[in-house]
């Protein structure tokens, strides 16, 4: 028995490590994004994304697993909400919606996924401690995501695509829950990663956005912040996400996603020399303190 705790204990911390350090890599993506947006639309930013990880995937793990039509369907599902659908939500809010609206809806997504993970899922029961984490971490998102200037600006149709695209990316947590202990976390990506890349070509045929200005990957930095996002932001990150999900759990997993907007604070500051402000700091606190909350286990007498 000790031995078994120690195995399961020695899971446990790898799977918050693991988890914490995806966070850290998908913070940081809005700086290689930011890069890449004044040449390419997010549409065109999405498929070069998805193709490069495809490609580092099946050089990683060109080993096939046997599936069936319908664990194929689930995956085309998933894909569709994790990546096409979540990612197409998120950056056509910020056309009709402040970032910081948009920063703060996207980021309830652990609080959809635990109410859907209590409903459709067995031993996710919505615990008290989870709420209470939860509330208290989405409060440190506002105060990191405003950094000392409150701008409230509601619009209907912005905020409405934020809030489906954090309950997009639960669907795909939940339904992740049916298959990460079938399949290899490589081979699980490298098929979804597939499967966004089908849907996402005929979207951009229909929009004209085939036709990219490939030449402007010939600039080393734009060429590397593809290579970033495509490696180790969906490639990599995603695949290290759904194995610190088989470790923790879809719901603590999730929690983590309260550390994104503090990681991006951080890496603002560094790369871009933006401020951080008193506010920010206090919030950042409250995101710690949430995320301890939420992952927190029930001690038995």
């Known amino acids: 028995m000790p031995m078994e705790c120690g195995k399961k204990g020695t899971e446990g911390l790898g799977g918050h490590l693991i988890a914490l350090a995806t966070i850290c890599v998908w913070g940081s993506t809005f700086i290689f994004s930011k890069t890449l947006l004044s040449v390419f639309t997010p549409l065109q930013i999405m498929l070069m994304r998805f193709l490069v990880a495809y490609a580092v995937l099946w050089c990683m793990y060109p080993k096939t697993e046997k599936t069936t039509a319908k664990d194929n369907l689930g995956m085309f599902f998933m894909s569709l909400f994790a990546d096409t659908a979540y990612f197409l939500c998120e950056n056509n809010a910020l056309r009709y919606t402040l970032a910081s609206n948009v920063s703060i809806l996207v980021a309830s997504a652990p ?15 919505l615990r008290r401690n989870t709420v209470y984490g939860s509330l208290i971490a989405l409060a440190g998102v506002a105060l990191v995501v405003f950094n000392g200037t409150v701008v409230l600006k509601f619009n209907p149709l912005g905020d409405m695509l934020s809030i489906a695209a ?55 930095q734009k060429l590397f912040s593809i290579a970033f996002l495509g490696i180790l932001g969906s490639g990599i990150s995603y695949t290290t996400w759904n194995m610190a999900t088989r470790r923790l759990g879809i719901v603590k997993v999730n929690t983590y996603i309260y550390v994104n907007p503090f990681v991006t ?31 927190r286990e029930r001690r038995s007498a």
């Open 166 to 220: 954090a309950i997009f990316w639960a669907l795909y947590s939940v339904m992740m829950t049916r298959y990460v202990h079938r399949f290899s976390s490589f081979f699980l990506m490298r098929r979804m990663t597939f499967f966004a890349i089908l849907t996402t070509l005929p979207l951009a045929c229909f929009t004209g956005e085939l036709n990219m200005p490939l030449y402007e990957l010939a600039d080393p």
């Open 111 to 125: 609080i959809w996924t635990a109410v859907l993970a209590h409903f459709f899922t067995k031993g996710n029961r």
């Open 265 to 295: 604070l951080i890496t603002g500051a560094l790369f871009l020399h933006e401020p951080i402000t008193l506010m920010s700091v206090i919030g950042a606190l409250l995101i710690i303190c949430g995320v301890i909350i939420g992952v």
